[in-house]
């Protein structure tokens, strides 16, 4: 009983660990995104995409990917494709903050 408790308790201080580092890794990518840094709109769109498919119930994850597509939709010249695209993230970030 108390091995499986360790164990338990173990796997949990890991997997915190792991969110903390991903997120840690992604928040200064994601400021430079804000600020306008397009090659760290894509990065953070890579990390954050790889995030959501290790953990599909991570909804920072989703919502902050979600942000990161529409932050892409800025830095879009004119037409259909962007407004596509920001669609897409509005829509995206409107699911993830209802789940």
Do not use: Y
């Amino acid at each position: 009983m108390l091995r499986s408790l360790l164990v338990s308790m173990t796997c949990i201080a890991l997997a915190s660990a792991t969110a903390s580092s991903v997120e840690d890794e992604i928040r200064p990518l994601f400021r430079r995104a804000l600020a306008g840094d397009k090659a760290a709109v894509e990065s953070c769109i890579v990390k954050l995409e790889a995030e959501v498919k290790a953990d599909p119930s991570n909804q920072l994850a989703h919502a902050t990917l979600d942000s990161a597509i529409t932050l892409r939709s800025r830095d879009m010249g004119w037409g259909p494709a962007k407004l596509r695209t920001l669609n897409e993230g509005i829509a995206a970030m409107n699911s993830a903050v209802a789940a």
